[in-house]
């Protein structure tokens, strides 16, 4: 089966490559691991994001793709459902325990139509699903979708973790200040002399933390 070419507006991830003299320069592709134990839907789905700008790494078994995403998380999986030995339910549930991958959006792959399956795999962690037979604008259009919340996600994590520094960092200059203010409050009411106030105040810093 042919597919046409098409095109996605953007199949950049957040990570940027390195040139030569390691400065930041474009970002490099997103990494898409697509697991299916078909070698055809392999090729058919390489295909597609290929032409649409991903960087693809195929896997034919569960194990296989659960081992390279632990080594190597890429930035978004296609996991077919029905394979032998570990199944893509199996596979999901592992990188959902692991912290390495658990961020990681999971979009399956299924000939599957009943709802208790589709359930069971968003139980599982899955961000969606795409039925066989693909159609490439679909699955364009739900890898791009998935990969931009994801980096929307990651992007607000990254600010938040930020936020909170400076955060910690001001309520800790505030309780430094608060207290040098209440020293020298001591200082007024005892009439402390100048060698005496060093000494007082040296004590009270010392306590902060």
Partial sequence: MRTPPYAAPSADSDRETPDAA??????????????????????????????????????????????????????????????????????????QEDPRTRDIPVIFLSALTETGDKVRGLAAGAVDYLTKPFEPPEVIARVRTHLELSQAR???????????????????????????????????????KPLALTDYLERVLDRLP
């Fill in 22 to 95: 390691g400065q930041a320069t474009v970002p490099a592709p997103a990494s898409i691991l697509v697991v299916d134990d078909s070698p055809e839907n392999l090729r058919v789905l390489s295909a597609v994001l290929e032409r649409a700008g991903y960087r693809v790494r195929p896997a034919i078994r569960g194990d296989v793709a659960l081992r390279a995403a632990q080594t190597s998380p890429p930035d978004l999986i296609l996991l077919d459902i029905r394979m032998p030995g570990m199944d893509g339910f199996e596979v999901c549930t592992r990188l």
């Fill in 154 to 192: 990651r992007r607000l994590r990254e600010a938040n973790d930020v936020l909170e520094v400076r955060v910690a960092a001001r309520t800790e200059a505030l309780a430094r200040k608060a207290a040098h203010d209440r020293a020298l409050g001591d200082v007024f009411a005892l009439g402390l």
